[in-house]
């Protein structure tokens, strides 16, 4: 008992509780002194994306009152004296003509209803069916005759339609809207319910000569709806509870208000500071949060959310945070005591098997299915596949000695044969026979390079160099019988490959080849690389080998009858330079003709 602080699992126990315990008041710091940020960034982001809804609702609807008052009447465009058709809307007031017998009532008539009924849908296609919350009304200025025919209200809440301005041309609204001259003045009109509303004064523009054009008033146009249309366009999902969405108009007096008690207060600072791009003020003796989205027809929309609330959210946030990092401690002590117990003791028992040195496979439940048991089976399948490398280790170094043998074995006192072609070349200049002598040259390069360093590298380039040296030799012997054709793709001339793997294929397909029916001797060298992947293709039309003795011999599967050299050779220095990651093969192409294929890793 004196040694359990020694035990592997009291240990991990330890130092996994130690971890948890650094973990979770690291991160727990960590979240303290960014979390306000973080709910602050949050309550910005929710600010910010509750600003863009309303802007676009409150924008939406601006747009349609705006493309609806361009609907009743364009005053930008300007008309001819000489137009014989006008919008019927502009011709009922710009056209009538009293008469002492008013005979030209009885179609005023038809013309007023007509535009009345087109002057309502224009609205309810722009407001919707909630006709109880607005009303729009067209007053006709008294410059006009049709005034007199027109009812005569005292306010601009009165039904929707046409009107005279008789009673109403004093009013501060209709006097404002004269001087906007177009452009739309919005306003509230104090009541039971505060209404809003807005008046645009429309023109007519009209040509009266070639160089003169002039505008006359054609009336007031007012919009009224109730402040309460706009709570479906203000909301304020997403802020605190106390936050709040101000509607100003262009002189920053409040239209509308999630809080009603402020409608009609005029927030020029706060709108100037939000406009200048200050994010924070000082409103009401509290630091608010401060965003200003700019509408169109001069609106703009102000939101305000106080920074105690932010920090209100932050403090609860922590709490809870607090509270998860306790749970989490408890909970990973626990579990962090629990699995050392389960996952430590099996590996007791499997590092006592494996001090033992026992040779006998490590005795455990075939049936599990966890990390432990793929542990045995993997160790097991280690030890398996150690004895199997060192198997074919064995196997390897047996290999390599019997090619170098055999290596050696080709090299017969190469000074003897070299000494003796070049006194055979001698001989042949001396006695005027060049071309015997060029052969013999040739031959000697061959010669030379087949015997010298045997299990060197060398680039495909000199390889290649010394089958066209090595076919020269073989087209004094067969003449015009013989055909060479080379496709080496230009890649592929500096890469290293083990010496003398290509001509003894090629001498192979020439031995292939000359028993063939047809008279000449086709020969194709094909070098490519693919796909990190050298491949070297011998081709020959020879249609009577055996493929499959030819691959046995190759791979030491059977022995050749003519004890030669050359394919097995090659076959097992491959497999000595590249440990069995290169292939050698012989096979038919779809012609039928006979092909060695060797694909070397590059």
Known sequence: MRDWYRSISVRTALIFILLDVLIVGFFSAVLYRHFSRMTRESVEQSLEATIAANDNKIRELLNRIEITTELVHDSNRIYRDTDTELPEFLDMIVSFQEREDNSQLVAFLGDYKRNRNLFLNYFKTCFGEMESLYSTVFFVDESWPVHRYLRKPSDCVSESGFGSSVRVKEEEWYQRAREYAGEPYWFILEGREPVICMAVQLKYRHIVSAMESTEEELGVLVVTFDS???????????????????????????????????????????????????????????????????????????????????????????????????????????????????????????????EAGDTAEFPFDEGRRDEIGRLYRSFRQLMKQLKESMRREKETQEHKAQAELRALQAQINPHFIYNTLNSISCLAMLNGQEHIADLIGNMTKVVRYNLSDPLALVA?????????????????????????????????????????????????????SRNAEEKTIRILLKITAEDHVLCIRVVDHGREADIGRINQYACGQRESATKSLGVRNIYERLQIVYGGKAVMRYQKDVEGNTEAVIRIPV
């Open 460 to 512: 495909v380039e000199e390889e290649v160099r010394i089958i066209r040296q090595y076919e020269h030799i073989q087209k004094n012997c067969y003449r015009d019988r013989l055909c060479f054709s080379y496709d080496i793709a230009p890649e592929t001339l500096d890469i290293m490959i083990p010496k003398l793997v290509i001509q003894p294929l090629v001498e192979n397909a020439i031995f292939h």
């Open 228 to 354: 309460s249309l706009l709570s479906g366009y203000l909301e304020l999902n997403g802020l605190t509870r106390d936050s709040e969405i101000f509607l100003l108009d262009g002189a920053d007096t409040v239209i509308y208000s999630t809080d009603a008690q402020k409608r009609g207060e005029t927030m020029h600072e706060p709108a100037t500071a939000a406009r200048q791009g200050q994010n924070e003020w000082q409103y009401e003796g509290e630091l608010c949060l401060l965003r200003q989205s700019q509408l169109p027809l001069g609106l703009s929309v102000v939101t305000v959310v106080p920074v105690s609330e932010v920090r209100d959210l932050a403090a609860q946030g922590m709490r809870i945070i607090l509270l998860a990092g306790v749970a989490t401690l408890a909970a990973g002590v626990f579990f962090t005591i629990v699995l050392s117990v389960i996952v430590l003791t099996p590996l007791k028992e499997f590092a006592a098997y494996m």
